[in-house]
């Protein structure tokens, strides 16, 4: 069968990246998964402008083929949603039942949004800019419809890598993640890089809407009592791919494969458990690392004892931010990125030779062969025939 996105919710779309399908650093498009609040908006890029308003000295509306003019950057970035893993939760939380892919790594294409800024000419009083999309709707706990809108402080939308992304992975969005264009803020939790966006409105004041003030908050415990804090920039996490919870594996070396990323950092190092936390292994980070991005890691286990085992891994950031054990309750059904265990069983049988059941395992297999024997002297013996050449 062929690899899908895994659907929570069929309207709107809410759909999973399928995680075993994941082989290398980038997700593909069509199995990226897809956060939607409200139906598709189709947008006429003919006739599609995005407005530029608020505090600024020059109101401006852009048209796309203006905005494909401008001088384009490049980023390359995990972006997860803040509701990744929800399903995992005990007690239940209220929201779209997240298992563990609402994640994606991707390439991100498109215009500083700093360069629109600075051609409006941004007002001295400014402190955040507003983003809406074209998309709008019912919330079931609100009266009135409303649009996709949300706000980043000024800072956060000046910096250089925040972009009005046209194209993702080398090609022109699609429809699900926000064509014509989107805001991209990297490092950030999905929700701040707002789909399909028509209007930016540069505020003096912070903005207090639905999406920015009733959902996507969590709780912050201070001197003074509890607090509302915003969801912002991701935090450290790691995922298990491969071998899948349930799944029975043979005695031998067995190949854990995953990911991990740590929002606006690169990843320093991934732990694997396999005895329930007790102990603790350094996983092999794979290929490249760099801050936005996700890392692969694979860690191979060798395994002597049939059994059944409890899974864990735990990823640090650069700056030294580790994950924790437990999901932090002050964060409600937001920022779950706790090591979460993965129980496998181990059959008394031995892997064989001409077993492949994990691919993975194989070509590892192969290419520590293939390494080992390009080592080995020839053990041929060239015999040289006096004067007759060969
Ligand atoms: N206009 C609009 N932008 C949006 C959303 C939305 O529903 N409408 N969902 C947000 C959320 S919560 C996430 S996690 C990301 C998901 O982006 P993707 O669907 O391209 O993966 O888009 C964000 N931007
Ligand atoms: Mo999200």
């Known amino acids: 069968m062929a690899e899908q996105r895994k659907i929570v919710t069929a309207t709107p779309e809410n759909s999973e990246t399928p995680l075993q399908a994941v082989r290398s650093w980038v997700t593909p498009t069509r199995l990226f998964y897809v956060r939607n609040h409200f139906a598709v908006p189709a947008l006429d890029p003919a006739t599609w402008t995005l407005t530029v308003e608020g505090r600024v000295a020059r109101r401006q509306s852009w048209g796309l083929d203006d905005l494909l003019a401008l001088p384009e950057r490049t980023v390359f970035a995990t972006v997860e949603c803040a509701g990744n893993g929800r399903s995992f939760l005990t007690p239940h939380v209220h929201g779209v039942q997240w298992g563990a892919g609402a994640v994606g790594h991707a390439e991100w294409t498109g215009v500083p949004l700093r360069l629109l800024l600075e051609r409006a000419s941004v007002g001295a009083d400014a402190v955040e800019v507003l983003f809406e999309g074209a998309d709008a709707g019912h919330e079931g706990d609100q009266p009135e419809p409303m649009a996709f809108a949300r706000s980043l402080p000024l800072a956060k939308a000046l910096d250089p890598d925040t972009l009005l992304a046209v194209r993702m992975n080398g090609e022109r969005l699609d429809a699900n993640h926000g064509f014509p264009l989107r805001l991209f803020v990297p490092g950030w939790y999905g929700v701040a890089s707002v789909k399909w966006l028509q ?148 059959a008394g049988t031995l892997r064989g030779w001409d077993d492949r059941g994990d691919v993975d395992t194989f070509l590892y297999d192969m290419n520590a062969y293939a390494e080992e024997n390009s080592r080995l002297p020839l053990d041929v013996t060239l015999e040289f025939a006096g004067g007759e050449g060969i």
């Open 199 to 346: 209007r930016i409105d540069v505020l003096a004041h912070p903005f207090h809407g639905y999406f920015q003030t009733q959902k996507y908050t969590k709780q912050r415990r201070t001197p003074r009592g509890d607090e509302t804090v915003l969801v912002g920039p991701m935090v450290v996490k790691s995922e298990l791919v491969r071998p899948r919870a349930g799944e029975t594996l043979k005695l031998g070396t067995n190949r854990l494969f995953g990911v991990a990323w740590a929002g606006q950092d690169a990843v320093a190092r991934v732990e694997v458990s396999t005895d329930a936390g007790r102990t603790w292994n350094d996983a092999e980070l794979l290929g490249l690392r760099a801050p936005y991005s996700w890392s692969l890691w694979e860690y191979l286990w060798e395994v002597s004892e049939p059994g059944t085992y409890s899974l864990l891994t735990r990823a640090t950031s650069v700056s030294g931010q580790v994950q924790p054990a437990e999901h932090d309750l002050l964060n409600g059904g937001y920022e779950i990125h706790f090591s979460r265990p993965t129980e496998v069983s181990v």
